[in-house]
């Protein structure tokens, strides 16, 4: 019985070890492909290289603007402000979560208000933070925040109530209280979920940043987008966008082996 186990195991390994060659080889192939139809189509004049910019010149535009640091003095403002955000979101989001767990009278009361204020346009909030804080990076941070911090804790709280009753009923037999709770269940358990908003978060910070970059800002990623089709520099534009894009894929590959260790550890 053994070999045929074993034989089925190592067969069901190398199958999936093919799909995933296979994912990655056409998730390389697409990124391959888009790059140089993009290059070739702007090469042969099917489209305007000063509208669509093109692969080299983007290339070119960041080799120019590397060379005094300019471009990462933007990336490292913007990052920041993301990393800045990000902290106080999942610290605020915690406390929050268990201050709502920990007094359902609270929890109650303030539901509704969460629920609008997470399904508000947060786009329609950075005008008005503009008045109220200035026109300076606290807008920002600001503007970043409210695009993450209602979900999270949402979602959070919603986790805190789901948690296993027998072992809260476990720990209340045994005369803990709910600080017991909270430290032995509660928080523990919810570890996966907080890596999970902790990836959503991240993402929706850097969108929030990029919110507020575009209204209140003089340096960024965002101000350069703003900046460079104000003057017509596309260049300056779209490689900003795709140095986003690499940012944004670097962020959430960190937080998604952060998450594959933390599962491994705790699985073993």
Excluded at 67 to 84: Q, R
Excluded at 121 to 129: D, R
Excluded at 191 to 206: H, Q
Excluded at 225 to 237: A, C, E, N, R, T
Aim: glycine content about 6%; aromatic content about 12%.
């Amino acid at each position: 019985m053994t070999e045929p186990v074993s034989t089925y195991q190592q067969a069901y390994v190398n199958n999936h070890r093919r799909r995933r060659r296979l994912v990655a080889f056409w998730q390389i192939f697409i990124l391959v492909l888009f790059i140089s139809l993009w290059e070739g189509t702007t090469r042969l004049g099917i489209l305007n290289d000063f509208i669509f910019s093109s692969p080299s010149r983007i290339i070119k535009t960041f080799v120019t603007m590397a060379s005094d640091g300019t471009v990462f003095y933007h990336i490292g403002i913007t990052l920041f402000e993301t990393f800045l955000s990000f902290f106080i979101v999942l610290v605020a989001g915690i406390l929050l979560s268990v201050l709502l767990w920990w007094n359902r009278s609270i929890s109650s009361v303030l539901e509704p208000y969460l629920i609008t204020l997470n399904s508000l346009p947060k786009t329609a909030l950075a005008p008005i933070f503009i008045v109220w804080l200035g026109n300076n990076m606290k807008t920002i941070i600001v503007c970043a925040i409210s695009l993450a911090i209602f979900g999270t804790v949402i979602n959070l709280t919603t986790s805190f109530a789901q948690m296993d009753p027998d072992k809260l009923l476990l720990i209340k037999t045994l005369g803990g209280g709910r600080k017991d709770m909270l430290r032995k269940v509660i928080i523990p358990g919810s570890v996966p979920n907080i890596i999970s908003n902790m990836k959503v978060n991240i993402g929706l910070c850097l969108v929030g940043v990029i919110i507020g970059e575009f209204l209140s800002a003089n340096a960024g990623l965002g101000y350069l987008i703003v900046y460079g089709s104000q003057v017509f520099k596309l260049d300056w534009v779209l490689m900003s966008i795709v140095i986003l894009c690499i940012i944004a894929t670097a962020l959430y590959a960190l937080l998604n082996l952060i998450e594959k260790v933390y599962l491994k550890r705790h699985t073993q």
